[in-house]
């Protein structure tokens, strides 16, 4: 038991965005401890690590990097339209994106992009997305944000930015090459 706990424990250093998810299970094994008779805790803990395992894996770098720039779906093609900036220097990464059916018909709604990674080099920085709202007169396409801030990466270097798109029987890579991070002030 003492070494799958070191195990999550590793996992969770490695991945550091997700710290929150760690100190949040945590929490609830605490509560679990306390609530949870003697010979079920082993159980319970065993199911909550799975869940946090899963939750924090990853994609590989190569395998985010391979992502095509078009992907067809369901007879329909969709394209990335990634916008990523920072307000000023010292302020953290923001990102937006558009996912567009190429062939301007209404975006279904049964797909949906649920992350996004973005990779600089060898750095990658992942993070949930939230709906945004598009305007209502494009609805070929589906406006996406960022959850968190990122990191301090530029301004004025390219990145590659890969979306996530999940539907009810399946996932998908979509990928961007080349987003410039620019600054406002």
């Not at 709202?133 to 944000?145: D, S, W």
Request: charged share 25%; net charge negative; proline share 5%.
């Amino acid at each position: 038991m003492a070494s799958l706990r070191a195990f999550l424990q590793k996992i969770v250093r490695k991945f550091s965005e997700k710290i929150r998810i760690y100190l949040y299970t945590r929490k609830c094994l605490t509560n679990i401890h306390t609530r949870v008779s003697f010979s079920m805790r082993p159980v319970v803990f065993i199911i909550i690590s799975i869940c946090l395992f899963i939750m924090c894996s990853r994609y590989d770098i190569d395998e985010l990097l391979a992502a095509p720039e078009k992907i067809e779906i369901d007879s329909r093609e969709y394209v990335l339209d990634a916008g990523l900036g920072r307000g000023g220097l010292g302020s953290l990464l923001y990102a937006g994106t558009y996912i567009i059916a190429v062939d301007s018909q209404p975006f279904p709604s049964s797909l949906d992009a649920d992350s996004m990674y973005v990779i600089n080099e060898g750095d990658v920085w992942a993070v949930a997305l939230i709906d945004g709202e598009p305007p209502p007169e494009e609805n070929y396409k589906i406006r996406k944000r960022a959850k968190d801030e990122g990191p301090e990466w530029g301004p004025d270097i390219y990145v590659d930015v890969v979306v996530r798109l999940v539907d009810p029987d399946s996932f998908y890579l979509l990928k961007q090459s080349d987003v410039l991070i620019s600054v406002t002030y």
